[in-house]
């Protein structure tokens, strides 16, 4: 069966710090790939998705990048962190039609 | 209008009780339909997943597609108080690759 690992569960990071968050996907290839940010008491904004090694789509012009290294591989970067990039970020896969995600990122910017 | 819409609650029942979870969207285009559980700060789990019309069950819960009046539901039978969590429905159509969620229903079972 499939798994997503997705670490590390909680960071907290200063203001004007890089970022670097990682997913791996087992069990499945050539997945689509997904980076999603939750707010508190909000629903889930979409990032970032990838349908395959290389290809990046954005989906809001902000302070984040995505890369997809490797096949079952997405990493979340930042440069320079902002206040307004702290949430609980998630990944997320999704293979003929069904779509799970990882545990989750719960970021804190101070 | 979003494209999906979901009654944030919170709805409060006693143990025991039948619950309907709903979600009504717009764009008729939508075939993949999923419900997702997601407790407090932990990643959504995926309970039920449906392509197009009908209903599907497992277990406790029932997922039910109506495409003609663009409305899904969740119903969860014999309700615990380990179901409190709350509850997001989520589409996709096909050819594309997103999914759109609704923003969650806040479930409450009482014991």
């Known amino acids: 069966s499939q798994t997503i690992h997705q670490w590390p569960a909680t960071l907290v990071q200063p203001v004007g710090s890089p970022l670097s968050l990682e997913c791996t996907v087992e069990?499945?290839?050539?997945?689509?790939l997904y980076w999603y940010r939750q707010a508190a008491g909000r629903g889930l904004q979409l990032l970032f998705y990838?349908?395959?090694?290389?290809?990046i789509s954005s989906e809001v012009p902000q302070n984040l990048s995505a890369s997809r290294p490797q096949d079952r591989q997405f990493i979340l970067s930042s440069k320079k962190l902002l206040l307004s990039d702290s949430g609980f970020y998630l990944c997320?896969?999704?293979?003929?039609?069904?779509?799970?995600f990882g545990s989750g990122t719960r970021l804190t910017v101070v | 209008q979003k494209e999906v819409e979901q009654d944030p609650g919170p709805l409060s029942v006693p143990e025991g009780a039948i619950v309907s979870l709903n979600c009504t969207y717009s764009?008729?285009?939508?075939?993949?339909f999923m419900w997702y559980r997601q407790y407090s700060r932990k990643g959504p789990e995926l309970l039920m997943y449906?392509?197009?019309?009908g209903n599907k069950e497992d277990g406790r819960f029932t997922a039910q597609v109506d495409k003609s009046s663009k409305y899904i539901s969740l119903f969860i039978r014999d309700s615990q108080p380990s179901d409190s969590a709350t509850y997001l429905c989520?589409?996709?159509?096909?050819?594309?690759?997103?999914?759109?969620f609704g923003t969650g229903t806040r479930l409450k079972v009482l014991a």
């Open positions: 764009n008729s285009a939508f075939q993949y």
């Open positions: 989520a589409m996709r159509a096909s050819g594309t690759y997103k999914y759109i």
């Open positions: 997320a896969w999704s293979v003929a039609g069904v779509c799970a």
């Open positions: 069990g499945t290839s050539n997945p689509n």
């Open positions: 449906t392509y197009s019309s």
């Open positions: 990838s349908v395959g090694i290389g290809q």
